[in-house]
């Protein structure tokens, strides 16, 4: 759970006393980037990002049947015309933590750019067809000084959906 209130204190001991207890923030990112949660804050631009490509659609975070929500129209006409290219990923580091935004290659070539990171833990914006030539391949993405691999949620769907 991640709570966010005004009296912090109060919180606390309400948590507490339903059997929950406080842990620290790096648990909370370590657990986060395992599962590929996007963190609004540091894994979407403003103006840039889509929800359908940072997974806010497959994490239950659009009603298709609702309508009338800001950028409604964008982000069903990407959907229905299968026009998703990329999608937040997790990837798995073997070296040092990127900065945010370096890019993530594949055989000298750009397919991705990272976000947020946290220990041997990364998200990272990835072309599918990159993500596909990796699998395929079964070889590692290199980001900055480090090399990285694919570690995809069971929830997480790469391929086109069928409408």
């Known amino acids: 759970h991640r709570l966010i209130a005004t009296d912090a204190e109060k919180a606390r001991a309400a948590l507490e006393a339903q059997g929950l207890m406080a842990l620290p923030e790096a648990q909370y990112e370590t657990l986060r980037l395992a599962l590929g949660i996007p963190d609004g804050s540091k894994d979407m631009e403003v103006d840039k ?54 890019p993530v290659t594949l055989d000298g070539k750009a397919v991705g750019e990272t976000r947020s990171g946290f220990g041997h833990q990364v998200l990272a914006l990835m ?37």
């Open 49 to 102: 990002s889509t929800m359908l490509e940072c997974n806010i659609d497959q994490l239950g975070g659009v009603d298709w049947a609702k309508g009338c929500f800001m950028g409604q129209e964008l982000t069903a006409r990407t959907r229905y015309r299968g026009l998703v290219k990329k999608r937040l990923v997790p990837l798995t580091l073997d070296g040092p933590l990127p900065d945010y935004g370096t």
């Open 127 to 163: 072309r599918l067809n990159g993500i596909e030539a990796a699998q395929e391949s079964g070889v590692a993405f290199t980001v900055g000084d480090a090399t990285a691999r694919l570690a995809l949620p069971d929830w997480l769907r790469l391929e086109k959906e069928e409408i």
